[in-house]
């Protein structure tokens, strides 16, 4: 059996209650998670405290910790787990916030590929910020941009995730990525301007 459709077997056993279940899923996908979030967090700003193994540790927590969805398979779970990764950095930036006087906040990099401009050193929250603005006029827009930023996926996957064509993921990356880049740009003025 291959590894994502033993990845579907033990996702729907963990969704039936089987708790061994569970440990055996992170040995199946431990390597992939773990390959996501190390990529993630080499975009992290130099001297970060978070590695990629607690990264992983904590967003799988989050995920069969507590109610699970009703698992579709992997490229499902891959999804979830962008979320959960991007919950748990935005804890952690708000956390060393929290620790800091006047501030702290994390900054991350986009690869050149998510947004339509060159790479640029954002700020983890200020990325969350504008992901959950995108949620409340798209949630699978914003949903697409969780999924190729956090968990890496291929349009395919997202696709897939997302129950839609590849045309219509790829016509939503297009708009997300627009969208993304103009609120971020406008985040940024209005930055400037205090």
């Avoid at 699970?68 to 499902?76: E, I, K, V």
């Avoid at 990764?85 to 952690?92: E, F, G, I, P, Q």
């Avoid at 339509?116 to 949620?135: C, G, H, Q, V, Y």
Wanted: charged share 30%; aromatic share 6%; glycine share 8%.
């Amino acid at each position: 059996m291959g590894a994502e459709a033993n990845a579907t077997e033990l996702l729907r056993a963990i969704g039936e209650g089987d708790r061994r279940a569970a440990d055996e899923l992170l040995a199946v996908v431990y390597e992939e998670l773990r390959g996501l979030a190390a990529r993630y967090l080499r975009q992290e700003r130099a001297g970060h405290t978070l590695q990629p193994t607690a990264l992983v540790h904590e967003a799988y927590v989050r995920l069969v910790g507590g109610a699970q969805p009703d698992w579709q398979g992997r490229a499902h779970f891959l999804a979830v787990a962008a979320r959960a990764m991007r919950n748990a950095l935005v804890n952690h930036a708000l956390a060393r916030k929290a620790e800091k006087r006047g501030g702290g906040r994390t900054a991350v990099s986009l690869e050149a590929g998510l947004i339509a401009r060159p790479a640029a050193e954002l700020d983890a929250i200020e990325l969350s910020e504008a992901i959950e603005r995108l949620s409340a006029l798209d949630e699978r827009k914003a949903r697409l941009i969780e999924m190729r930023f956090f968990a890496g996926m291929t349009m395919d996957e997202c696709a897939s995730a997302l129950g839609v064509s590849l045309s219509t993921a790829e016509a939503d990356w297009r708009f997300a990525r627009a969208w993304l880049a103009r609120a971020l740009a406008e985040d940024e003025a209005a930055g400037g301007e205090s």
